[in-house]
């Protein structure tokens, strides 16, 4: 196994982790090397390409650290991606990113992402404890928070506006979807579901009782009061932004814009977009949490931690309301960040 720093000193910090024999190219980026520990996910997926798959990881690293510092968490955020493929060996392949994490030069917790399991995370902890609290649940949290900040969001779409009887889309309905849609048919939303995978779409949706979309339009374009994007990324782009068809978008995706000027585009519409790093910190926020503590002794502390996202995500709403500047702007100033 090889470890490369890639990165020319500028940030992310990105390290490139290769093994030929076992079809291994992931890269490991850090959004700020100054805080330690760092915490983020591995996600495996297909790439075109190794530019894309680092393009990801720098990406995700950039927002797993606007996540940690906007909820006060002073750690570093981080990000694994590893590019998947036919001839990949997955079990040699973890157990040599667990290698790689265990040898950098500072401290790396990882946890799940996209694409890895807690069967794959097992391997890792064969290798190193640099791995995310084998009693936590990331996706039953991370759900919790997006459930509560759903509910944060559509009180703000007028004086009578609740969840229930709110007609919502969700897109995705794996383990963070799945569990949201679940709440918000408790909650007495009218929900309409997407998700490519037909055959577990079908399961989900069935145990649900919801109606499953399948006539080609867009879950983006779909006119409803709330959008819920559970899947990948880069729902809202330049193209559809101005198709938009609920009146508000709160979800776990990570990255949901294709670039951070269509939150204003957004704002300027009167869609009232819940800032993903804000809204989907459930999972790092119990990681850093209950990192090398017992976790049943957190149990209270985490869900405090939860609450704390939606009341978050209402200051914001509070600050953008009838303001030039959109919830992204509040939201970024909270990270310490302001406008790029
Ligand atoms: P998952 O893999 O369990 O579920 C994703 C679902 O989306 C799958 O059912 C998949 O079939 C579906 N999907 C993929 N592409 C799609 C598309 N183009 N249209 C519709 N459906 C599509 O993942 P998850 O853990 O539920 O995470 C969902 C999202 O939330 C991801 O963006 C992830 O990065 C983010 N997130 C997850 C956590 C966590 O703790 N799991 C934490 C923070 C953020």
Not at 125 to 131: F, I, S
Not at 169 to 175: D, I, P, T
Not at 224 to 245: E, K, S
Request: net charge negative; proline share 3%.
């Amino acid at each position: 196994m090889n470890l490369t720093r890639v990165s020319d000193g500028h940030l992310p910090d990105v390290f490139l982790v290769s093994d030929d024999g076992i079809g291994l190219h992931a890269f490991i980026a850090f959004g700020d090397r100054r805080r330690v520990p760092s915490f983020g996910g591995i996600r495996r997926r297909r790439y075109e390409s190794p530019a894309e798959a680092r393009r990801e990881a720098e990406r995700l690293a950039r927002q797993m650290q606007r996540k940690l510092c906007a909820a006060g968490v002073g750690r570093g955020g981080a990000k694994t991606v590893v590019m998947d493929h036919d001839g990949l060996d997955r079990r040699a392949a973890y157990e040599a990113l667990g290698r790689a994490i265990a040898s950098l030069d500072r401290h790396y917790v990882c946890g799940p992402d996209v694409g890895t399991t807690e069967a794959d995370l097992d391997v890792i902890r064969g290798v190193t404890a640099n791995v995310n609290h084998p009693d936590n649940d990331p996706a039953a949290t991370t759900a919790r928070g997006v459930f509560l900040s759903c509910l944060t969001t559509v009180a703000r779409l007028g004086e009578d506006a609740a969840l229930e009887g709110a007609r919502v889309v969700v897109e995705g309905l794996g383990a963070v979807g799945g569990r949201v849609a679940r709440e918000l048919v408790r909650a007495g939303a009218r929900v309409e579901a997407y998700d490519v995978d037909g055959e577990r779409t079908a399961e989900v949706a069935a145990t649900l009782k919801i109606t499953l979309i399948d006539d080609g339009v867009p879950p983006v374009e779909r006119l409803c009061d709330l959008f819920v994007p559970c899947a990948l990324g880069g729902v809202v782009t330049r193209t559809n932004v101005g198709r938009v068809g609920a009146r508000a978008i709160c979800g776990s995706a990570n990255d949901q814009l294709e670039s951070d000027d269509l939150a204003s585009v957004l704002h300027e519409c009167g869609v009232l977009w819940a800032p993903d790093f804000i809204v989907n910190a459930g999972a790092v926020v119990e990681g850093v949490i209950a990192h090398g503590r017992d976790r049943a002794d957190v149990a209270d502390e985490i869900a405090i931690a939860l609450e704390a996202i939606a009341a978050r995500l209402d200051g914001i709403f509070e600050a953008a309301d009838g303001g030039a500047c959109g919830p992204l702007f509040h939201a970024l100033e909270l990270a310490g960040e302001g406008w790029d």
